[in-house]
């Protein structure tokens, strides 16, 4: 928890970049608090809010930054004697204010004191943590909405962080580099264990050991599974064989709270078949293709749309579908085998901002679509320098969506099942990559680790 | 998620048992529901609610488990086709009611329907879950109290599961045996790592390895620290180099939901300097008179009180403490190097039904002491045979105990602090093994890690 000069000045920027944009208003940002697990002793690892950590810098629980008249405060309560028996001594918190490049700090308590008549004015964003926001709503004098239905002065406040968090600085492209650096370094991990092991469970404890072992942790439930084709999959229980694709969802967070989000699949014998391969040829042909448009200015749809193409194109080469693929991307047909978006933004949170709802993932005005598949488009606004976000198309043999009777008469003809069952070895593959947005196009943090089918297996030794 | 007939059997054994004290009385216990991380779709590892584990005896989020006029129903919804192209299929109600050996199910929604005028007097436990909590409150159509402040009908209930829990059964007793298990294999995972590497999150990273390898997770945030004197350290970012001791509380919470609960102590080095080594046999010393006196009937307290008293005469031998140690146990002396109490109850809790605050570990009409040291006693009771507890004592050199003024004044002459600077490579130890009372006296389940300060360096290649 200690942060360099230049850290502190990259705080206090960012400070100023948010309360630039909203002059005159005082804000609040609560850090929250930890969940009980299974009693409230036992509590799961305190992670503070994005956006408290974003403007302060410091991970600290039921802490309150305050931004009003230029001035930046902390309101934080030191531990008591007892406390620190059970859980360490803490810095001052003169000395946390320090780090934090802050103006002043109070004990917790004396918020509503410091506020005073600004109290009625103040905006903030309401925490994930029920106890934090009940917290929240008790200073404010008033009920707290879900962030992404935010109105007034909070709304404001919601556009303005997205405005501000929306393309990474220098210390967060730092950290995002570094976490990009475990989460490579974890699939590594994972990739060797795999010949020498038998469960989904032992390749997933090489991956999470990688992070651990580096102060970190994964940013998300890690998949570590032979059915890809259970998009968020977080079980761990199968034996895993020779033949099956081992589909790796895997991404580290760093102790600053920085994410990272890598995708791999790989054969558990260390050779694909010569269908998984084939498959696996068509996704990464997409993944290239949507990563090779990324540049400032398009529109992500836009790249989601590439991706699909490409990916549409593949599977009539290889017979699976039938007609011209660009009306059957037009009819959604990579929907039948992909159903989710193209990707996300990347940050803090691995879908930033994603506590927002869609008021950072979608331009203002534009909300999600009901077509099904494009429904799930976390991100549609256009790319700027600065942004991250995650390319990661992918191909599942999903039971419910193909054995759906609305789509089997939708997209009966596009489809030569005899063909597909060839493939029925392939469950699920995906290839995902962090993608920094540059001024001359893209830089992808995650490029160490290599995509191409032989170049991943040879990597398995 | 598979239950034997035996299994079943003993679940339907534990629901009479509780129906069987409480005439008459329906009974509802949630499950909970996943908390969220730093937005909602990134949510903590869903943990369900250990009432609802042991009566209910599968892991099912946002489910209730009704007990009314000698039946047992399931009220639970099944995904949607949605949740199972992201999270997979489940199986059918009808199917996971049949597991928990149930005699009928429904969808969540109908509880209030199915309940009909026994609602009024319906009794539960209120759960972690905010969220869940509030469904509680709704459909009993009151505000729930803290479970430790149960009254009427909830603390009868309350009074029956503490009853009904805190002695093992056949089933449990396997599952607490299999989390012991994988306990110890992870603490030899991270004596065998400490040899090669240099970082504390390193050593931590072998331990949680071993148990997420075996499908199970830490039951608690591991300790895994040289700074042993912090009781409850959660922090990993130290070095670890020769001359330090490791102390690592680690324990395995395997799928079922059922804990362990270990500690051990060594040398970075693999060998104990020769102050360490005195030390560490003092608490070895202390900890094996503690489980020699584990049998039915002996009240827990006087477990710590012959804990403290061997602690103490060793601190008098080594030349520590000075006086007679009788005497100085009545002082609390014990409580300036051991402040914590000596164990707690284990069980699907690592402190095992903390959520009913002390009405499991406190005996009826007892309550938490007001002196320093006793106040933390987590079990005050007299033992019986099936209960799981642990014996964990320990010696730390707190800076905030020893250089406190009151505490000074009171034992200054109790303590040769010349003598005691001598041992200032000694910060933490402690020593903890998961203790069955049998009807013969006790069995510790997790015996086989060794104590003996040979034995466990012993280890470490």
Chains 1, 2 share one sequence.
């Not at 039921?62 to 803490?90: C, N, Q, Y």
């Not at 004396?110 to 925490?127: K, N």
Request: contains cysteine; proline residues 5%.
């Amino acid at each position: 928890m200690i942060n360099t000069p230049a850290e502190i000045a990259q705080l206090q920027a960012r400070r100023r970049g948010l309360s630039d944009r909203l002059p005159g208003l005082p804000i609040a940002l609560w850090s929250g608090q930890a969940a009980a697990r299974n009693f409230p002793a036992n509590r799961y690892p305190f992670r503070a809010s994005s956006h408290f950590l974003y403007f302060g810098g410091l991970s600290l629980e039921r802490a309150v930054l305050l931004m009003v008249d230029g001035r930046s405060i902390l309101f934080w309560d030191e531990p008591t004697v007892a406390d620190a028996l059970w859980h360490g001594p803490e810095p001052s918190r003169v000395v946390l204010a320090a780090e934090m490049g802050l103006d002043a700090d109070y004990p917790l308590a004396e918020l509503a004191t410091v506020l005073g008549d600004r109290r009625a004015d103040l905006a903030t964003v309401a925490v994930q943590s029920p106890a934090a926001r009940s917290h929240q709503a008790a200073i404010l004098g008033r009920s707290l909405p879900e962030p992404s239905q935010a109105t007034g002065a909070d709304g404001d406040l919601v556009a303005a962080i997205v405005a501000v968090r929306s393309t990474q600085d220098a210390s967060a492209l730092s950290e995002l580099r570094r976490s990009a650096a475990i989460a490579v370094a974890a699939h590594q991990a994972g990739l060797r264990a795999t010949p020498s092991v038998t469960t989904e469970a032992e390749v997933r404890a090489a991956i999470e050991a990688e992070m651990i072992a580096c102060d970190a942790h994964p940013a998300y439930n890690s998949i570590v599974t032979i059915r890809g084709e259970v998009l968020h999959n977080e079980r761990y229980d199968n034996e895993i064989n020779p033949g099956d694709l081992l589909l790796v969802d895997a991404g580290a967070e760093v102790s600053s709270g920085w994410a990272s989000d890598i995708t791999r699949t790989w054969p558990v014998s260390g050779e694909f078949s010569a269908t998984q391969r084939a498959v696996y040829e068509v996704v990464l042909a997409a993944q290239r293709a949507a990563i090779a448009a990324v540049r400032p200015g398009v529109e992500y749809r836009s790249i989601h749309q590439t991706g699909s193409l490409v990916l549409i194109e593949g599977l009539v080469d290889l017979g699976i579908l039938q007609g011209k693929p660009a009306e059957l991307v037009d009819r959604d047909a990579h929907t039948l085998f992909f159903p989710h978006g193209i990707g996300h933004l990347l940050g803090l949170d691995v879908h930033d901002m994603e506590d927002l709802g869609d008021r950072a993932g979608y331009a203002p005005g534009r909300s999600r679509s009901d077509r099904f598949g494009w429904c799930f488009l976390r991100l549609d606004r256009p790319l700027e320098a600065g942004m991250v976000v995650t390319i990661e198309p992918g191909f599942y043999q999903v039971p419910g969506l193909l054995n759906n009777r609305d789509q089997r008469d939708r997209y009966g003809d596009c489809v030569n099942w005899e063909r597909l069952e060839e493939f029925d070895d392939v469950r699920g593959i995906r290839i995902e990559d962090d993608v920094l947005v540059t001024a001359e196009g893209s830089e992808v943090l995650t490029a160490e680790l290599p995509t191409d089918p032989d170049d991943i297996c040879a990597l398995m030794v």
